[in-house]
């Protein structure tokens, strides 16, 4: 990773891509199985720092490199994602492998069977590592809150990756995946891909299977993908989309052919900067990054123009009213029955639950099940959820009304470079500001992507923040690619 003026582009070159895996496979220059286990070497020797896995599926991994080398052996035609190292946030489900979503609740619990999106990567003949380190249940803007302890950036090891999917991120920009997935529900994909400076991608709401994912909050919830480039996200989202019949939220619409796509003009296309997003509390040096990708899409052909928002004042209120309300539904499950921690001391079913309950859940996601129950009772449900709901509506309108005017818009991706390591965590309210524009498109529902932007001064990742409409992931991915190459 380069470091130097803010207008630099980091570097990818020393990373693998999944091209550069399938060339390798098919001129017999890369065996799968050597791939992986250099890999796990790797992991061995920075994972007690970086701290971005938390289980590693090694039988698993080798017996599907095995089986990707054999088909390559005998010049059969190889699958989309053969031999790629892939990582697993651990808030999704993976056969024979441990899913603790980041939370002391879980320890031990091993699911029976495959989240979809697992399923998907396996038969496109991915290579799964292991399971990467989270946020507790996905809840956290720094992956501090992991009760398996934070993970650091690879990029500055005294500076946060971004949460929830930290883990996730820094594997990435670590070498230690060529992808892998993470889940986003208020920011979780983009904020962590901007801080370690890869790409990290939203899909729309209902385009990827949520089956398999240990739920956070349901309705804003989602699954994509961690990569080096653009034209690596755009294949791993190939392979993810697409209807699911075991989630009824996925969504039958075609996929479009996220590849292909990449390679369409970009001339012509109207690129919008809503004013909201360059207000008070901008890094100058961000600033200046999305300046200079707008002049970039300028030259490039694109029409760039202004466009308001003017709900987005609200997002963040919004969203935390919501997505705890959702978390205190969700997490009812945990206590102590049937799976995960039972507190053992207890002597009456009631105690049991709480108990279990206080001894297994961290701060935070007490911290939220409490906001949520809170925003749902009785004398608070209308003045608090119902409002949020209606609110959330005018936002999303905000996005449809913008989208017509626009086919794409670019924004800041974080009002800051990362963090320090425990700059933030006794102040949950900076923290929940770090999402300021993340959480309006989470809520809206649209797709949204970060995509690496150069770095500050001091060498750190600047993220800028595509955002697409409902569904049209093509344009939004065809943006990112000219984004990249600035």
């Not at 896995?53 to 080798?62: I, T």
């Not at 599907?64 to 946030?89: R, S």
């Not at 049991?352 to 939220?368: P, Q």
């Not at 409002?387 to 626009?406: G, M, N, P, S, Y």
């Amino acid at each position: 990773m380069t470091t130097g003026a803010a207008t630099d582009k980091t570097t990818t070159t020393k990373r693998a891509t999944i091209r550069s895996v399938r060339m390798g496979l098919e001129s017999g220059t890369v065996q799968a199985a050597t791939l992986a286990a250099e890999h796990y070497d790797r992991i061995a020797l920075a994972n007690p720092e970086l701290n971005c896995y938390l289980a590693l599926s090694r039988d698993r991994a080798m017996a599907q490199a095995e089986q990707i080398d054999a088909l390559a052996a005998k010049g059969d035609p190889l699958p989309t994602l053969a031999g790629v190292p892939v990582g697993v946030k651990d808030v999704l489900a993976m056969r024979g492998a441990p899913a603790t979503a980041g939370s002391k609740i879980l320890e031990g619990y091993l699911p029976p069977y495959d989240a979809t999106v697992v399923a998907r990567l396996e038969a496109a003949g991915a290579v799964l590592l292991g399971k990467l380190n989270c946020d507790e249940f996905a809840m956290g803007s720094s992956n501090e809150n992991s009760a398996y302890g934070p993970v650091r950036n690879p990029v500055a090891l005294d500076r946060v990756p971004g949460g929830s999917s930290g883990g996730s991120a820094a594997a990435v920009a670590a070498d230690l995946a060529v992808a892998s997935l993470g889940t986003d529900t208020g920011g979780s994909i983009r904020q962590p891909a901007a801080f370690c400076g890869v790409v990290g991608v939203l899909p729309t709401y209902g385009r990827v299977s949520r089956y398999g994912l240990i739920a956070f909050a349901s309705s804003l919830d989602r699954v994509g993908p961690f990569a080096t480039d653009v034209r690596d996200a755009a294949t791993v989202l190939e392979v993810l989309a697409g209807e699911d019949a075991a989630d009824a939220t996925s969504s039958d619409r075609p996929v479009d052919g996220y590849v292909a796509a990449l390679d369409r003009p970009l001339a012509g296309l109207r690129v919008g900067v809503p004013d909201e997003y360059l207000g008070e509390g901008l890094d100058p040096e961000i600033r200046s990054a999305v300046e200079r990708v707008l002049d970039g899409l300028r030259a490039a052909g694109c029409e760039v123009k202004g466009v308001s928002l003017p709900h987005t004042r609200y997002a963040v209120p919004t969203y935390y009213v919501l997505a705890t309300a959702e978390a205190s539904s969700n997490l009812s499950r945990f206590d102590g029955v049937r799976f995960g921690l039972r507190a053992e001391q207890a002597k009456t079913l009631g105690t049991m639950f709480r108990e279990t309950r206080e001894e297994g859940f961290g701060a935070e996601v007490k911290r939220r099940i409490l906001l949520g129950t809170y925003v749902l009772s009785a004398g608070y449900y209308d003045a608090y959820y119902r409002k949020a709901q209606q609110v959330r509506t005018l936002i999303t309108r905000d996005f449809l009304e913008a989208f017509r005017e626009v086919d794409a818009m670019v924004t800041p991706m974080t009002p800051t470079p990362p963090f320090r390591l425990g700059e933030k965590v006794d102040d949950p309210v900076s923290m929940y500001l770090a999402d300021i524009y993340t959480v309006a498109a989470s809520l809206a529902g649209i797709c949204g992507m970060s995509v690496p932007a150069g770095v500050t001064a001091a060498g750190l990742p600047i993220g800028v923040q595509v955002l697409g409409r409902h569904f049209d992931e093509a344009t939004m991915l065809r943006v990112g690619l000219a984004v990249e190459g600035l």
